[in-house]
T-cell receptor, first 121, second 114 residues
Framework: AQTVTQSQPEMSVQEAETVTLSCTYD???????LFWYKQPPSRQMILVIR??????QNATENRFSVNFQKAAKSFSLKISDSQLGDAAMYFCAYSTFGANAGGTSYGKLTFGQGTILTVHP | NAGVTQTPKFQVLKTGQSMTLQCAQD?????MYWYRQDPGMGLRLIYY???????DKGEVPNGYNVSRLNKREFSLRLESAAPSQTSVYFCASSQGTGMNTEAFFGQGTRLTVV
């Protein structure tokens, strides 16, 4: 079974600074997707960024980027120019591929424990 | 777009009571999921439905049942609630080929069992 580990229960950063959230995972599969989700106090789960395991290039979405190290099974999230609105719980997630008997594919997510990010003005 | 809608948003139950959490999506997605979120444990998959008419167990299915009523709706039932089922419950849906399946989440139901 796949496991996802976020070893930083809490992190803090000053506004406009850069912070990196860590994530490691364990899998025997060679092809998969990795995600970072943001959960603000509203509880809404918001997709921040995704990475395809077979792609060498690290994904980037505006101020958010990842450092994907496939051999090390590491998937960290870097937030540049941090803003007050970035304060939230961040979850790393791994997507397992599957298909039912009818051939419909689906993606089951395995989540890490989460990291609470505080942004100081 | 409404996306994924869950009802209710909050619920308090007494031990032994039953209830059904409702979920509906308007994105024409094939796959739907129920997760529970507990402090320090992230979200864990309870049940999922890859397509209408099928349901399968996830990581933590004990104490729950599900019904995929139609393509839009996927309900989660607690037959006899226990304090260990106090949690935040999320419904999600996805549509995609293979693993590129971004999951869209509802706003969650905070359930307290006393």
């Amino acid at each position: 079974a796949q496991t996802v580990t976020q070893s930083q229960p809490e992190m803090s950063v000053q506004e406009a600074e850069t912070v990196t959230l860590s994530c490691t995972y364990d899998t025997s599969e060679s092809d998969y997707y990795l995600f970072w989700y943001k959960q603000p106090p509203s509880r809404q789960m918001i997709l921040v960024i995704r990475q395809e395991a077979y792609k060498q290039q690290n994904a980037t979405e505006n101020r958010f980027s990842v450092n994907f190290q496939k051999a090390a099974k590491s998937f960290s999230l870097k937030i540049s120019d941090s803003q007050l609105g970035d304060a939230a719980m961040y979850f790393c997630a791994y997507s397992t591929f599957g298909a039912n008997a009818g051939g419909t594919s689906y993606g089951k997510l395995t989540f890490g424990q989460g990291t609470i990010l505080t942004v100081h003005p | 777009n409404a996306g994924v809608t869950q009802t209710p948003k909050f619920q308090v139950l007494k031990t032994g009571q039953s209830m059904t959490l409702q979920c509906a999506q308007d994105m024409n997605h094939n796959s739907m999921y129920w997760y529970r979120q507990d402090p320090g444990m992230g979200l864990r998959l309870i049940y999922y439905s890859a397509s209408e008419g099928t349901t399968d167990k996830g990581e933590v299915p004990n104490g729950y049942n599900v019904s995929r009523l139609n393509k839009r709706e996927f309900s989660l039932r607690l037959e006899s609630a226990a304090p260990s089922q106090t949690s935040v419950y999320f419904c999600a849906s996805s549509q995609g080929t293979g693993m590129n399946t971004e999951a869209f989440f509802g706003q969650g139901t905070r359930l307290t069992v006393v």
